[in-house]
C-alpha cells in the first residue's frame, strides 16, 4: 500500500500537505473555524455548573447536611420545658432532668433518683447564687420554668484564677459556693456556710492531736473565738479522715488550709454563714471532697471587696479559753461557781 496510507493505518494522524491535497489548507478545518465558539461554550457551561452545585451546598448546609460549622450555628439547641414548679419532695421525669442536668455542669445534686430531696435543693441553692448570681437570703428550694430555662442554656463555671497547681479551690465567701476546678474545668460546684463573723463563747470537745489536746484522751473546754474565715491565698496541708472533734467544732473528712480551718462535711449547712470559721459542705460531698484535692494545692478565698493577693495569707483570728470553764477530761463539764455553760454574744 502507498506509504501515506502506511502511516495512516499505524496511526500517524500528522497532517501532510501532500497526502491532503493541493485544493485542502488544513490550518482552516472546520474545527480550528470553530474553535474559538466552542471555548466560550465550554466556559459558559462550566460557570452554570459550578452555580448550581454551589446553591445545592447551601441547601445542604441548611437542612442539616455535612457542614458541622454551619450546622452548630444554626440548629436551635433542642429543650424540654418544665410545665410545674419543682418543690422539695415532688418525684418525677422532669427532677431526673434536672439533677442530670446539675451533675453535666458540676454542681452535686446527690443520687440522680428523680427525687427533689435536700442535696439537690443544696445544689440548686448554688446554681442560683453563682450563675443566676441570685442574693444569697433570697436563694429558694423551688425550681421555676424560668429557672430552668435559664440552667438547660447555661455554659460551664470558669475559674478566676490561673493556679501555680493541676487543681485548685475558688471559695466565694459573698455567694456561699465552693468550685474545684483542675485546670480551667470545674470539677466540683458545691453550696457552702462559712463563718459567721460573730464571737462566740461555747463548750467544745476536742480530739487528740488536735489544736488545743495534747493529752491521749477526749477533753471537753471552754472557748471563745471569732467566727471568721479570712480571704487570700492558701494551700492544703493536712487532712483527716472520719469524724474529728475540734474547737471549731465537729469535722467530717476535714482537709485543711489555714490552720485550724478546714473544708469539712457538716450535717447542718444553712443558706447563711453559720460556721466558727471553717467551710462546711454537704456530708454527701465530703464522702469523696479530700480525693479531688492533694497537698499543696491552692486555695483562694474571695470576699468580694479585694482580691485574694492584697490579703496575701493572713492567720485566723486565734481563739482564748472561757476564764469561766475548767477542762476536763471528763464527759461532763464542772464549771466554775456562777459561771453558765453558753455564753451567746
Known amino acids: 500500500m502507498n506509504d501515506k496510507f502506511d502511516n495512516y493505518y499505524e496511526g500517524d494522524f500528522e497532517y501532510d500537505e501532500d497526502f491532503l491535497g493541493d485544493d485542502v489548507h488544513p490550518v482552516q478545518s472546520t474545527y480550528e473555524r470553530w474553535r474559538p465558539a466552542l471555548v466560550a461554550f465550554a466556559v459558559l457551561i462550566t460557570v452554570v455548573a459550578f452555580g448550581v452545585l454551589a446553591s445545592d451546598s447551601q441547601n445542604e448546609s441548611?437542612?442539616?447536611?455535612?457542614?458541622?460549622?454551619?450546622?452548630?450555628?444554626?440548629?436551635?439547641?433542642?429543650?424540654?420545658?418544665?410545665?410545674?414548679?419543682?418543690?422539695?419532695?415532688?418525684?418525677?421525669?422532669?427532677?431526673?432532668?434536672?439533677?442530670?442536668?446539675?451533675?453535666?455542669?458540676?454542681?452535686?445534686?446527690?443520687?440522680?433518683?428523680?427525687?427533689?430531696?435536700?442535696?439537690?435543693?443544696?445544689?440548686?441553692?448554688?446554681?442560683?447564687?453563682?450563675?443566676?448570681?441570685?442574693?444569697?437570703?433570697?436563694?429558694?428550694?423551688?425550681?421555676?420554668?424560668?429557672?430552668?430555662?435559664?440552667?438547660?442554656?447555661?455554659?460551664?463555671?470558669?475559674?478566676?484564677?490561673?493556679?501555680d497547681s493541676p487543681s485548685h479551690v475558688e471559695i466565694y465567701l459573698?455567694?456561699?459556693?465552693?468550685?474545684?476546678?483542675?485546670?480551667?474545668?470545674?470539677?466540683?460546684?458545691?453550696?457552702?456556710?462559712?463563718?459567721?463573723?460573730?464571737?462566740?463563747?461555747?463548750?467544745?470537745?476536742?480530739?487528740?492531736?488536735?489544736?488545743?489536746?495534747?493529752?491521749?484522751?477526749?477533753?471537753?473546754?471552754?472557748?471563745?473565738?471569732e467566727a471568721i474565715t479570712p480571704p487570700g491565698?492558701?494551700?492544703?496541708?493536712?487532712?483527716?479522715?472520719?469524724?474529728?472533734?475540734?474547737?471549731?467544732?465537729?469535722?467530717?473528712?476535714?482537709?485543711?488550709?489555714?490552720?485550724?480551718?478546714?473544708?469539712?462535711?457538716?450535717?447542718?449547712?444553712?443558706l447563711k454563714p453559720d460556721s466558727h470559721g471553717c467551710v462546711r459542705i454537704p456530708m454527701s460531698v465530703a464522702r469523696y471532697f479530700p480525693a479531688l484535692v492533694k497537698y499543696g494545692d491552692r486555695v483562694y478565698v474571695f470576699d468580694g471587696i479585694k482580691e485574694p493577693e492584697e490579703y496575701g495569707s493572713p492567720v485566723p483570728p486565734f481563739d482564748k479559753p472561757d476564764p469561766n470553764y475548767t477542762t476536763t477530761t471528763s464527759s461532763t463539764i464542772a464549771p466554775k461557781p456562777g459561771a453558765t455553760t453558753t455564753v451567746v454574744p
Request: a neutral charge.
Open 62 to 163: 441548611a437542612n442539616g447536611g455535612s457542614d458541622s460549622t454551619l450546622e452548630q450555628t444554626t440548629v436551635p439547641v433542642v429543650t424540654v420545658p418544665l410545665t410545674r414548679t419543682i418543690k422539695p419532695g415532688m418525684k418525677g421525669d422532669d427532677v431526673l432532668r434536672l439533677q442530670q442536668r446539675l451533675s453535666a455542669m458540676r454542681f452535686d445534686p446527690g443520687p440522680q433518683d428523680g427525687v427533689y430531696g435536700q442535696n439537690t435543693v443544696q445544689a440548686v441553692w448554688a446554681f442560683q447564687k453563682l450563675v443566676m448570681q441570685t442574693p444569697r437570703e433570697r436563694a429558694t428550694d423551688e425550681v421555676t420554668p424560668s429557672t430552668w430555662a435559664i440552667m438547660e442554656t447555661a455554659s460551664l463555671v470558669t475559674p478566676r484564677r490561673q493556679a
Open 174 to 225: 459573698p455567694e456561699q459556693v465552693l468550685v474545684v476546678f483542675k485546670g480551667a474545668e470545674p470539677q466540683l460546684i458545691t453550696h457552702i456556710s462559712t463563718g459567721s463573723n460573730e464571737k462566740w463563747c461555747e463548750e467544745v470537745t476536742i480530739d487528740p492531736g488536735q489544736d488545743g489536746n495534747n493529752t491521749a484522751k477526749q477533753i471537753k473546754q471552754g472557748i471563745c473565738g
Open 233 to 270: 491565698i492558701f494551700y492544703f496541708y493536712n487532712r483527716h479522715t472520719g469524724m474529728r472533734e475540734s474547737k471549731l467544732g465537729s469535722m467530717y473528712n476535714p482537709v485543711y488550709f489555714n490552720y485550724g480551718i478546714a473544708i469539712h462535711g457538716a450535717i447542718l449547712v444553712p
